[in-house]
């Protein structure tokens, strides 16, 4: 059965040995008595909309990339009933409680379901209000295949999620240093659209930022490797953020043969294949 989210809006208040306390737009949720068991998006219900963006902000170049553009949407879709359940619940799990500085990651061979994976984490997330962005690198188009616009694409993201996001990387873009930004390095574009004006804002808010990156393995060789690069630097400056990766093996991305192996199920339920999920550190 599905975790409910109960009590939206209630705060300081106590129920069955947990101590809810309203944080920012969403809850943290404390086990006196240890550690979670089960965490869940649904638990975190963190209460974001879309909000209208200011000229500027909608001059930020893009891809149309996140999981609902309908190019995803083409190639992906959600796992259907109990398939995969307990990887979705692991990761959910880890989003809500794992410990910062770290990016999940999923590695398998192609097929077997990484995306739809990625695209019900991220549905979920969003549900719940904590799904900061999204990107689904495919090589079969051109503007998703390389990194060019990939940060760009995630700060206009973020900024439709959070008000007060869009408001600080609005005031970065005011500056010319800002604009130079968008047509440089990856690691530029991170840190002048996104680390600089979030650092402060994320300092003082503990409930997650989930981001889910699916298909490095189809980004150009190069640009991937700047993308894990610039993503390991994300997550160590905004240590909320939660970062899930999906990759098929290379040589040049990131495995772990002591990782936790997950067997993938068919939507029929059938066993089909296996991958490995670990977390990376940094």
């Known amino acids: 059965m599905e975790p409910m989210s109960l009590f939206k809006g209630a705060k300081g208040f106590e129920i069955n040995h947990f101590s809810v306390n309203n944080i920012a737009r969403g809850a943290t949720l404390t086990n006196n008595y240890g550690s979670v068991k089960y965490l869940s998006f649904a638990t975190l219900h963190c209460s974001h909309e879309s909000h209208p963006q200011s000229p500027i902000i909608e001059k930020l170049p893009r891809v149309e990339a996140s999981y609902d553009d309908y190019a995803c949407k083409k190639q992906s879709g959600p796992c259907f009933g109990r398939t995969r359940g ?3 619940n692991d990761i959910e799990e880890w989003s809500a409680t794992g410990d910062r500085s770290q990016i999940y990651v999923l590695s398998g061979l192609a097929g077997i379901g990484k995306s739809t994976v990625a695209f019900t984490i991220a549905d979920r997330a969003k549900t719940a209000g904590c799904l900061g962005a999204s990107f689904f690198f495919s090589r079969d188009e051109a503007e998703r295949s390389n990194a060019k616009r990939f940060f760009t694409t ?47 804002i994320v300092r003082l808010r503990p409930q997650p930022v989930v981001l889910v990156v699916d ?22 400056e905004l240590p909320s953020f939660r970062v899930l990766l999906t990759t098929r093996p290379r040589p040049h991305l990131p495995t772990d043969a002591s990782g936790h192996r997950k067997d993938f199920g068919s939507c029929s339920g059938e066993p089909r294949d296996h991958c490995r999920s670990f977390i990376l550190r940094v």
């Open 154 to 200: 995630m700060a206009f993201q973020l900024c439709v999620y959070d008000d007060q996001f869009s408001r600080a990387i609005e005031n970065v873009l005011r500056e010319e240093h800002g604009i130079a930004a968008t047509t440089k390095d990856p690691r530029d574009q991170l840190e002048v659209l996104i680390l600089g004006p979030l650092r402060d």
């Open 215 to 236: 298909a490095l393995d189809e980004c150009e060789d190069r640009d991937a490797v700047k993308v894990l690069a610039a993503l390991m630097g994300l997550v160590q």
């Open 86 to 88: 307990g990887l979705i």
